[in-house]
């Protein structure tokens, strides 16, 4: 699968049939491959942004890089 078909599929509402049951059925709602295939889809979107924000992490709760400037210490050159 491609980054690409995973970033510019979208949701659609209309598409979504699977969970519209009707007062007079039943059954049990078949899955389809089509279904199946979404489904795959949406899993994949999922990790891939589940890895995009594991590499992120580290950039946002890494240490702190050491300088001597910055803060509210003493003001150099007095």
Known sequence: MRAKELLCEFYDPADDQLGQAKLDD????????L???????SR???????????????????????????GMGAVPGM
């Open 26 to 33: 039943t059954r049990r709602p078949r899955l389809t491959m």
């Open 44 to 70: 994949d979107v999922e990790k891939y942004e589940k890895a995009q924000h594991l590499e992120f992490l580290p950039d946002m709760y890494g240490a702190a890089p050491d300088d001597s400037g910055g």
């Open 35 to 41: 279904h199946i295939q979404k489904l795959r889809k």
